[in-house]
T-cell receptor, first 114, second 114 residues
C-alpha cells in the first residue's frame, strides 16, 4: 500500500530564516506531487505541483520554491521566511493521469514564523 | 483559472438532522469534484467524489449532487452524528489539467450538536 510522509511535523522559525520541508511517498511510482498551504481557518491553497522529476509548476507567486530531486521526493523551500508564511503545509500525491483522480494527503507540517 | 466558492463557512445542526454544503465552480471544463473531510489537526481525507457524467452519487449517509448547467454541486449528510463534526472542503478539477490539480473551496466548519 502507498504511504506519504512529511517532516518535520512542527517547526518554529524566525523571520528571515531559510526553510526546507520534505515529503516522500512510498509504494507507488511516477506520482503527481503537490504542496498546499492552509492558513489558520482558511482553505487549501495549491502552491506547487509536479508531474515528474525536475518538473515543477507554480500556482501562486511567492517567496517559496519547490524541487523534486527524486521520483517520490518533493521539497518545499524558502531562502527567507516571512510572517505570512506561517500555516499548515500539506503534501499530497495522486496517480499519474491527466485529471480525475483522488489526491492523498500527508500528515502535514505546522510552520510558525515569529 | 478555476475558482471554487463554498457556502456556508460555518454550519451547526442538531444530531439527527441533515446538513447541506454548496459549491460553485467557474471552469466549464471541470469534470471531477471531490469532497474532503478534515478533522482538527489532521489531514484531509476523501469522503465522496463525483464525475461530470453523473448527476448524483450516494454512499450511506452521504450524497453529492452535480448540476453542470448551473456549475454547482452540493454535499448532503443525513442523520448527522457528532463524529461528522469537521471541516469539509469541495474541489474541482478541470479536464484540461496536466497534473490533476485540484482547486478547493474555502471550507465549511460543521458542528453537530448532541
Amino acid at each position: 500500500s502507498q504511504t506519504i510522509h512529511q517532516w518535520p511535523a512542527t517547526l518554529v522559525q524566525p523571520v528571515g530564516s531559510p526553510l526546507s520541508l520534505e515529503c516522500t511517498v512510498e509504494g507507488t511510482s511516477n506520482p503527481n506531487l503537490y504542496w498546499y498551504r492552509q492558513a489558520a481557518g482558511r482553505g487549501l491553497q495549491l502552491l506547487f505541483y509536479s508531474v515528474g522529476i525536475g518538473q515543477i509548476s507554480s500556482e501562486v507567486p511567492q517567496n517559496l520554491s519547490a524541487s523534486r530531486p527524486q521520483d517520490r521526493q518533493f521539497i518545499l523551500s524558502s531562502k527567507k521566511l516571512l510572517l505570512s508564511d506561517s500555516g499548515f503545509y500539506l503534501c499530497a500525491w495522486s496517480p499519474l493521469r491527466g485529471s480525475g483522480d483522488e489526491q492523498f494527503f500527508g500528515p502535514g507540517t505546522r510552520l510558525t514564523v515569529l | 483559472g478555476e475558482n471554487v466558492e463554498q457556502h456556508p463557512s460555518t454550519l451547526s445542526v442538531q444530531e439527527g438532522d441533515s446538513a447541506v454544503i454548496k459549491c460553485t465552480y467557474s471552469d466549464s471544463a471541470s469534470n471531477y469534484f471531490p469532497w474532503y473531510k478534515q478533522e482538527l489537526g489532521k489531514r484531509p481525507q476523501l469522503i465522496i467524489d463525483i464525475r461530470s457524467n453523473v448527476g448524483e452519487k450516494k454512499d450511506q449517509r452521504i450524497a453529492v449532487t452535480l448540476n453542470k448547467t448551473a456549475k454547482h454541486f452540493s454535499l448532503h449528510i443525513t442523520e448527522t452524528q457528532p463524529e461528522d463534526s469537521a471541516v469539509y472542503f469541495c474541489a474541482a478539477s478541470p479536464s484540461s489539467n496536466t497534473g490533476n490539480q485540484f482547486y478547493f473551496g474555502t471550507g465549511t466548519s460543521l458542528t453537530v450538536i448532541p
